[in-house]
């Protein structure tokens, strides 16, 4: 959110069903901020088109304005 990276993976976590958005490339934990909805959705409403991704799956994409590729997290190969 503060570099205004474009947001290209989506995680639904199937433990405590939180949700992730990331950028491309390496992260911190230092990179870790805890956002409202809302505020993802006005700075990038195609993650509208993965909210009905089930949890334990992630949606990825090359870029913005990219179709989104939806698959388990364990089957993740980026």
């Avoid at 949700?19 to 409202?36: C, L, N, R």
């Avoid at 993802?40 to 090359?62: K, Q």
């Amino acid at each position: 959110m503060r570099l205004g990276e474009p947001i290209t993976h989506v995680y639904h976590d199937e433990d405590d069903h939180g949700w992730q958005f990331h950028y491309p490339g390496e992260k911190s934990a230092s990179d870790t901020m805890i956002v409202a909805l809302k505020e993802i959705v006005h700075r990038d409403p195609t993650v509208v088109e993965v909210s009905n991704l089930p949890p334990g799956y992630v949606a990825i994409r090359d870029g913005i304005g990219l179709p989104w590729r939806k698959q388990r997290h364990s089957d993740q190969t980026d």
